[in-house]
């Protein structure tokens, strides 16, 4: 078994190494080269006029021309790609750009042949192939390198996008706070033998719990999966604070197959229930609610808690602003978690679009 890990773990690291290279299959880059393409065009169109306007015609056919070689760029690097990952990255690099350059050539040579060939009087007559192949080539040398450079800064910021989410994201696992593990093993130990069914449930509870927390690298998850999450950290909460903690669970109309950032919902109502109903004598009642409104899913989590003299510092906050700047990476401005704070009463509601 050690072996293919360790293959495994190459293949990461080579990943890694040329996460540079996007993938030229996908719809984003054929936009952008295109877009890049059609400003070529037109540059090139109006510097080859000295004397009079460039004609529709004209720029139609350069349009044309360039969008078609963009076409045969995006295919033939999106076909080169899984060759590209396995080069040391100044070859990769090279071998890139040598093929923009080597497909642009064979380009216009075909354009040029075909025009002579079918006397379509689109290149003027007295050019030469060999100078229209290297004039091409030319234009590709330094729009090349720069659609190269272009991709390569892209590709880095989102590296460093995606790094700063997976590190808000441990941030946030690393939340998860040592004094809940060893109440609810000792929940579980005083359940063992007087209730042993429910101590085998708290314990799949927590294992649930543990298991998304700090075994999922991915941080992605589903609505269904979220409530379920949510649902064992407060049954665990229950058997620890009995009759104090009570909760109003009204999500049926939801979409459980909805996917979702990691980690959104129990972090809420385990400030419920670490903030609002512990410190209270009496506890309180934690309401969960969620409705479809539109495009978009709101979950309500409500739940008392004593005047503000008298609460808990710290935590709560730093979880707030956490979830606040993931669904930022993940939403932009479409989702949104807001907060209104009682005086006796705190009140948090998720916005979330709904996207399959």
């Not at 390198?145 to 808000?168: D, H, I, K, T």
């Amino acid at each position: 078994m050690a072996i293919p890990e360790r293959a495994a773990g190459r293949a990461a690291a080579v990943d890694s190494v040329h996460h540079w290279l996007p993938d030229f299959c996908s719809w984003p880059v054929l936009a952008a080269l295109a877009v890049i393409g059609e400003l070529v065009a037109l540059v090139v169109v109006l510097s080859a006029s000295d004397i009079g306007v460039p004609t529709w015609q004209s720029l139609g056919l350069a349009s044309l021309f360039v969008q078609w070689l963009a076409v045969v760029w995006t295919v033939s690097l999106c076909k080169a790609r899984p060759l590209l990952v396995r080069l040391a990255p100044w070859m990769a690099e090279f071998a890139a750009y040598a093929l923009m350059l080597a497909t642009t050539a064979a380009a216009s040579w075909v354009v040029f042949a075909m025009d002579r060939n079918l006397n379509l009087g689109f290149i003027e007559s007295g050019a030469d192939s060999w100078r229209f192949v290297l004039r091409n080539s030319v234009i590709c040398a330094l729009i090349g390198g720069a659609v190269l450079r272009y991709f390569y800064v892209q590709e880095q910021w989102r590296e460093r996008v995606q790094a700063e989410e997976r590190a808000r994201f441990e941030a946030l696992q690393a939340r998860i706070r040592p004094h809940f593990l060893f109440n609810s093993m000792n929940v579980i130990a005083s359940l063992i033998r007087a209730r042993p069914v429910q101590a085998e449930a708290a314990v799949e509870d927590l294992s649930d719990l543990f298991r998304a927390a700090l075994g999922r690298d991915d941080a992605r998850s589903t609505l269904g999966e979220e409530l379920d999450l949510a649902r064992g950290y407060l049954r665990i909460e229950q058997l620890r604070l009995g009759d104090r903690l009570r909760v109003d669970w009204q999500v049926d109309g939801l979409p459980r197959d909805l996917e979702l950032p990691s980690l959104l919902l129990q972090p809420l109502v385990e400030n419920a229930v670490y903030h609002g109903i512990q410190p209270l004598p009496a506890g309180g009642t934690v309401r969960v609610h969620g409705q479809v409104d539109g495009n978009v899913i709101e979950i309500r989590v409500d739940n008392p808690c004593p005047p503000p003299a008298a609460r808990r510092g710290g935590g709560n906050g730093m979880a707030l602003n956490n979830i606040r700047s993931r669904l930022a990476l993940h939403y932009g401005g479409r989702a949104a978690l807001w907060v209104e704070d009682a005086a006796e009463s705190f009140d948090c509601r998720l916005r979330v679009p709904l996207q399959r």
